[in-house]
């Protein structure tokens, strides 16, 4: 079953669905969520994508990633996809919107109204080699610092959406 994205208006409207690889050729504004995990020492959770992912492969990002279903919640779905690829699940809260476009040289481009969301969690995940190569604990200073240092070792959105989790939110509460 070919899996569709919800599209929406820059207020978070639903207006349509497309197939998900149509969306990202055309470049058209859909509905996305990005999970952060972090633990108990305020260290987020990366994954690094499976080799085989046909765009991003092998890239390290954030915890988890995707798109809602339709009539699916931003948190149900990234319970979901937090168990699907993490093989886990905690509880999440929505804490931020924002768009982004982030085109890619494979010609797609997302283009996604992206809900953060927050989870915590102190355990080893059981990844879905399917989805993700390998996975690392890392402070978000230090995040911040390599994606200075090495910006191709992270996916396009990851090094978006981290800028928005780290002046929006971690700077925030640090305060």
Not at 42 to 66: D, F, I
Request: aromatic share 12%; charged share 25%; proline share 3%.
């Amino acid at each position: 079953m070919e899996e569709h994205v919800i599209l929406v208006d820059e207020q978070d409207n639903a207006i349509g669905l497309m197939p998900k690889l149509e969306a990202h050729q055309k470049a058209v504004l859909h509905r996305a969520f990005s999970v952060f995990v972090l633990n108990d020492k305020g260290e987020v959770m990366l994954q690094q994508r499976a080799a085989h992912k046909y765009h991003s492969p092998t890239l390290w990002t954030n915890t988890c990633c995707s798109h809602q279903r339709a009539g699916e919640t931003t948190v149900a779905a990234g319970k979901r996809r937090l168990q699907e690829e993490m093989g886990f699940t905690t509880e999440l809260t929505d804490v931020l919107t924002f768009i982004y476009k982030a085109p890619f040289d494979n010609g797609l481009t997302e283009h996604e109204l992206d809900h953060i969301l927050i989870g915590y969690y102190n355990d080893v995940p059981a990844i879905n080699e399917e989805e993700v190569a390998a996975w690392r604990w890392e402070t978000p200073e230090n995040i911040k610092k390599d994606i200075e240092k090495n910006p191709t070792f992270y996916t396009e959105w990851f090094k978006i959406i981290f800028a928005q989790f780290y002046d929006k939110l971690f700077l925030k509460e640090k305060l």
